[in-house]
C-alpha cells in the first residue's frame, strides 16, 4: 500500500556552509546531519585555523556527502607576481578539496579592473592550465561559475554560460567543466540550450539554487530561499534534470536578514523551500 504521506526526498539537497554562515564547520556538520541534509560544499573560510585533514574524518564521521570546495579562481591580475600568487592559492585549494574529500572545487574566476575582460579571460584559461596537473593527480573536478555581469568589474570575467562553455574549450579536458548558479544566469534567454549544451558534453558539474528578491536590497548580501524572488527555480532544476544530471541541488544563500536569523528555523526553511520548488 502507497503511503498518503510520502517520505520528503532530501537525498539531492546540499546546504554550503556560507549559506548559514553564523555557524562554524563543527556546528554546520552536526546541525546539517542533524537535520536530515545528504550533502555540504565546505567554503574555505570555515577551514581556516583547522588541519584540513581532521575536518575531513569528521565530515566522513557525519554520513554525509562532501559535495564541493568552493572556492577557487581570481586568477586575473595586473602583474606576473599576482597571477602567480593566485595560481599558488589554487594549488593550496586543491590540496584541501583532496584533505576534506571534495571531489570538485568551485571557480569564481575573477576580473582585474585595469585590463580588459578578454585579457581576464586569457588570464583565466591560463591560470586554470596551470593547476590542471596538481587537479589531476589529486582527480578534482573544477568548475568554472559564471557570475552575472554586475560582477564583471572586479569579481569574474566569465558571465553568461556561453563564456564557460567558451573556456571549457580551450581547455579541453575532462575535469573541466561548469557550476551553474542560478542566481547569476537566469536572465539569460540562452539559458535552455547552454544548459543542453553542457549536459550533452559532459560538462554539467554543479547546480546551485536560491531566490533573487525584488526588489533586492543589495547585490551580494540579499539572497533568498527558493521562492521569495523572481526566479523559475523549478524550472530551471527541470532543465538540468533533462540532461541527465544527478548531483547535488546546492542552496547557495548570501543574505544577511536569514543569518541574523535563528539558523536551525532557517534550516528547516531551507528544506521546505526545496521540497516545495522541486
Not at 567554503?43 to 566522513?60: M, N
Not at 523559475?232 to 546546492?250: L, Q, Y
Request: glycine fraction near 8%; include cysteine.
Amino acid at each position: 500500500m502507497t503511503s498518503p504521506h510520502p517520505i520528503p526526498d532530501l537525498s539531492r539537497l546540499c546546504v554550503h556552509t556560507a549559506t548559514t554562515k553564523p555557524w562554524d564547520i563543527e556546528t554546520a556538520m552536526e546541525r546539517y546531519a542533524k537535520a536530515g541534509i545528504a550533502g555540504i560544499t565546505v567554503w574555505r573560510d570555515k577551514l581556516e585555523g583547522r588541519d584540513p585533514e581532521t575536518v575531513g574524518r569528521q565530515l566522513a564521521d557525519s554520513g554525509m556527502e562532501v559535495v564541493s570546495l568552493c572556492r577557487g579562481g581570481f586568477f586575473p591580475a595586473l602583474t606576473a607576481q599576482k597571477r602567480q600568487e593566485a595560481i599558488d592559492d589554487n594549488r593550496r585549494a586543491i590540496e584541501e578539496a583532496a584533505s576534506i574529500g571534495a571531489p570538485l572545487i568551485v571557480l569564481v574566476c575573477g576580473a582585474a579592473t585595469g585590463q580588459s575582460l578578454e585579457d581576464s579571460r586569457s588570464q583565466i584559461v591560463d591560470g586554470i592550465a596551470a593547476v590542471l596537473p596538481e587537479a589531476e593527480s589529486a582527480g578534482i573536478k573544477l568548475a568554472i561559475e559564471p557570475l552575472h555581469p554586475m560582477y564583471a568589474d572586479d569579481r569574474s570575467a566569465i558571465n553568461t554560460m556561453a563564456q564557460a562553455h567558451a573556456a571549457c574549450d580551450r581547455l579541453d579536458h575532462p575535469l573541466v567543466g561548469i557550476a551553474l548558479d542560478v542566481y547569476h544566469v537566469w536572465w539569460d534567454d540562452t539559458l535552455p540550450d547552454q544548459i543542453a549544451k553542457a549536459g550533452e558534453l559532459d560538462r554539467l558539474f554543479a547546480f546551485h539554487i536560491c531566490d533573487w528578491m525584488t526588489p533586492t536590497s543589495h547585490l551580494l548580501t540579499d539572497r533568498g530561499l527558493m521562492g521569495e524572488g523572481c526566479i523559475d527555480v523549478s524550472g530551471i532544476r527541470a532543465m538540468v534534470k533533462a540532461t541527465g544530471f544527478t548531483g547535488f541541488n546546492e542552496v547557495e544563500i548570501f543574505s544577511t536578514r536569514w543569518w541574523e536569523s535563528d539558523q536551525d528555523e532557517f534550516l528547516e526553511k531551507i528544506k521546505d523551500a526545496y521540497l516545495q520548488h522541486s
